[in-house]
């Protein structure tokens, strides 16, 4: 071989080293496992998007509760040790950081640009027009419009047996209220009937377009919408838009608090009138898009249970007394008595543990060393993700809860039935036994206004209606797994039942 070839030989040697090592990753002393998959930059990618749940859930078994995998060239680190996501909720934010995911979600998913978004300070801002004084004013709000909404609607109130998708009777009915709460009303005399009707309505074509838009979010948020679902989804937007224009808002009545406080925050932000309307579209769905969801499968799960359905009314008797006694006074169902219901509470954790399930993610900013209580160390690298997913661990992990597939009402309850909140790993008493609601900077700031809204929902259904399933044997619809990482979970399926109103 001559000079000139060898050298040559040399050259493309270094280069495809230099390559390799831009292009390749392995793992370093004291890094976590790392598994990238077979597939070249792909990695992971097939599997983690067709089943989060069982795919981590058998990464763990195989590399233990923390762990490396790359998926579509990101490398990403879950942390699936309850006992440590303190270390991690509430890590400084100059080494991990919420706000790149979160901007990069709300442009991919709604074409929301915000200039200095800061999560942190946003929900600092909005958390009190949820919470505290404003709750019963809230809640007063969110029974009017259900009571509206269930109750006032000629098509739902008459006396005879009606068929409906369970899914759609409860993701529409809290999204139309939960909007009509939030956002306002159409008029300021609640008692007028063509304002009630005009409600209705309104809430009805928003809810329409919506659910057409929630069945391309998940492709938007992952980038994977085809060139036809991405002009149908942008077309759904542009309606949207329109139909939540801040001018449009601006002349609705009886704006909540939260609405009018966001409004001057994005004003304060320097934001024009089209990106605060995008916003408003990105908050309709961050309010909104998991109580319906998460009335479908408590509803579901005490149809399907009779001695907690039995427990639950029971319960709702003794609170409330009869239904002929809050006749037309359904908004009238005071904090004080929705804070009172230890049955209810424990169904919906229940409920809330077997199908929330949200990723905590962080982006890693500096190379650094993440310190574990129970003493071990592992290096993180700067431009990685770290992630938790609650759902695997501990809301299904058979060493904190037997059984854990399984719906049981009572499993939040104490014998003497307060609610229960001792739940052991390792030994160990658990701080985060069950995450529906995230934590640390991630919390939600609507807990106490959506647990409200979703008891007042409940109660309303079922004390005024029967309610059944059309086939009694009707099994346990699988969840749609490509809703993994986003909240409650969705149906494969929806599940007919069938209801009227009660006789007096």
């Given at each position: 071989?001559?000079?000139?070839?060898?050298?040559?030989?040399?050259?493309?040697?270094?280069?495809?080293?230099?390559?390799?090592?831009?292009?390749?990753?392995?793992?370093?002393?004291?890094?976590?496992?790392?598994?990238?998959?077979?597939?070249?930059?792909?990695?992971?990618?097939?599997?983690?998007?067709?089943?989060?749940?069982?795919?981590?859930?058998?990464?763990?078994?195989?590399h233990g509760d923390i762990?490396?995998?790359?998926?579509?060239?990101?490398?990403?680190?879950?942390?699936?040790?309850?006992?440590?996501?303190?270390?991690?909720?509430?890590e400084s934010d100059s080494k991990l950081d919420f706000?790149?995911?979160?901007?990069?979600?709300?442009?991919?998913?709604?074409?929301?640009?915000?200039?200095?978004?800061?999560?942190?300070?946003?929900?600092?801002?909005?958390?009190?027009?949820?919470?505290?004084?404003?709750?019963?004013?809230?809640?007063?709000?969110?029974?009017?419009?259900?009571?509206?909404?269930?109750?006032?609607?000629?098509?739902?109130?008459?006396?005879?047996?009606?068929?409906?998708?369970?899914?759609?009777?409860?993701?529409?009915?809290?999204?139309?209220?939960?909007?009509?709460?939030?956002?306002?009303?159409?008029?300021?005399?609640?008692?007028?009937?063509?304002?009630?009707?005009?409600?209705?309505?309104?809430?009805?074509?928003?809810?329409?377009?919506?659910?057409?838009?929630?069945?391309?979010?998940?492709?938007?948020?992952?980038?994977?919408?085809?060139?036809?679902?991405?002009?149908?989804?942008?077309?759904?937007?542009?309606?949207?838009?329109?139909?939540?224009?801040?001018?449009?808002?601006?002349?609705?009545?009886?704006?909540?608090?939260?609405?009018?406080?966001?409004?001057?925050?994005?004003?304060?932000?320097?934001?024009?009138?089209?990106?605060?309307?995008?916003?408003?579209?990105?908050?309709?769905?961050?309010?909104?898009?998991?109580?319906?969801?998460?009335?479908?499968?408590?509803?579901?799960?005490?149809?399907?249970?009779?001695?907690?359905?039995?427990?639950?009314?029971?319960?709702?008797?003794?609170?409330?007394?009869?239904?002929?006694?809050?006749?037309?006074?359904?908004?009238?169902?005071?904090?004080?008595?929705?804070?009172?219901?230890?049955?209810?509470?424990?169904?919906?954790?229940?409920?809330?543990?077997?199908?929330?399930?949200?990723?905590?993610?962080?982006?890693?900013?500096?190379?650094?060393?993440?310190?574990?209580?129970?003493?071990?160390?592992?290096?993180?690298?700067?431009?990685?993700?770290?992630?938790?997913?609650?759902?695997?661990?501990?809301?299904?992990?058979?060493?904190?809860?037997?059984?854990?597939?399984?719906?049981?009402?009572?499993?939040?309850?104490?014998?003497?039935?307060?609610?229960?909140?001792?739940?052991?790993?390792?030994?160990?008493?658990?701080?985060?036994?069950?995450?529906?609601?995230?934590?640390?900077?991630?919390?939600?700031?609507?807990?106490?206004?959506?647990?409200?809204?979703?008891?007042?929902?409940?109660?309303?259904?079922?004390?005024?209606?029967?309610?059944?399933?059309?086939?009694?044997?009707?099994?346990?619809?699988?969840?749609?797994?490509?809703?993994?990482?986003?909240?409650?979970?969705?149906?494969?399926?929806?599940?007919?039942?069938?209801?009227?109103?009660?006789?007096?």
């Amino acid at each position: 071989m001559s000079w000139a070839a060898l050298l040559g030989l040399l050259v493309l040697l270094v280069a495809l080293a230099l390559l390799a090592t831009r292009v390749g990753r392995w793992r370093r002393p004291g890094e976590p496992p790392l598994d990238k998959g077979l597939i070249p930059w792909l990695g992971h990618a097939l599997d983690f998007g067709k089943d989060a749940a069982m795919f981590l859930s058998d990464m763990r078994k195989k590399h233990g509760d923390i762990f490396t995998i790359q998926a579509a060239g990101k490398f990403i680190t879950f942390l699936l040790d309850p006992h440590s996501y303190d270390v991690v909720l509430w890590e400084s934010d100059s080494k991990l950081d919420f706000n790149r995911y979160a901007r990069l979600l709300m442009d991919r998913m709604f074409d929301v640009r915000l200039p200095d978004y800061d999560p942190k300070e946003e929900k600092t801002l909005l958390r009190m027009t949820l919470q505290n004084q404003n709750l019963s004013s809230l809640a007063k709000a969110m029974s009017f419009n259900l009571w509206n909404i269930l109750l006032s609607d000629p098509s739902k109130n008459g006396p005879q047996w009606k068929e409906e998708g369970l899914f759609h009777l409860c993701y529409s009915t809290m999204l139309r209220a939960g909007y009509l709460t939030l956002y306002g009303n159409e008029g300021k005399d609640y008692n007028d009937a063509s304002v009630q009707a005009k409600d209705r309505a309104h809430s009805m074509e928003i809810y329409n377009e919506f659910y057409k838009l929630d069945q391309l979010l998940m492709k938007a948020a992952r980038s994977t919408l085809s060139a036809g679902e991405k002009k149908t989804f942008d077309n759904i937007k542009r309606d949207l838009w329109e139909l939540l224009s801040v001018k449009r808002l601006d002349c609705r009545a009886y704006r909540s608090v939260w609405m009018d406080c966001y409004k001057q925050h994005l004003v304060d932000l320097g934001v024009d009138e089209e990106m605060q309307t995008r916003a408003m579209l990105l908050q309709l769905w961050s309010t909104q898009s998991n109580a319906g969801p998460a009335v479908f499968w408590l509803l579901f799960f005490l149809l399907k249970h009779p001695s907690a359905m039995v427990a639950v009314q029971g319960e709702m008797q003794a609170i409330f007394g009869s239904r002929k006694q809050t006749i037309g006074q359904a908004h009238e169902m005071n904090q004080e008595k929705l804070e009172k219901t230890p049955i209810f509470d424990s169904v919906l954790n229940e409920t809330l543990r077997l199908t929330a399930a949200p990723f905590i993610s962080r982006e890693v900013l500096q190379d650094m060393l993440l310190r574990l209580p129970d003493c071990r160390e592992y290096h993180l690298r700067k431009g990685d993700r770290l992630c938790l997913f609650p759902y695997v661990s501990p809301q299904m992990d058979p060493e904190i809860y037997e059984e854990p597939e399984k719906f049981k009402y009572n499993r939040f309850l104490n014998s003497d039935g307060t609610e229960k909140t001792d739940f052991y790993k390792g030994g160990r008493k658990l701080k985060y036994y069950t995450m529906p609601w995230g934590a640390g900077i991630n919390v939600c700031i609507g807990k106490f206004h959506a647990v409200n809204s979703i008891k007042l929902c409940v109660f309303l259904l079922l004390s005024y209606f029967d309610l059944e399933l059309k086939h009694p044997d009707t099994k346990i619809p699988g969840f749609d797994k490509e809703r993994y990482g986003f909240g409650i979970l969705h149906p494969e399926t929806d599940v007919v039942v069938r209801y009227k109103l009660k006789d007096l």
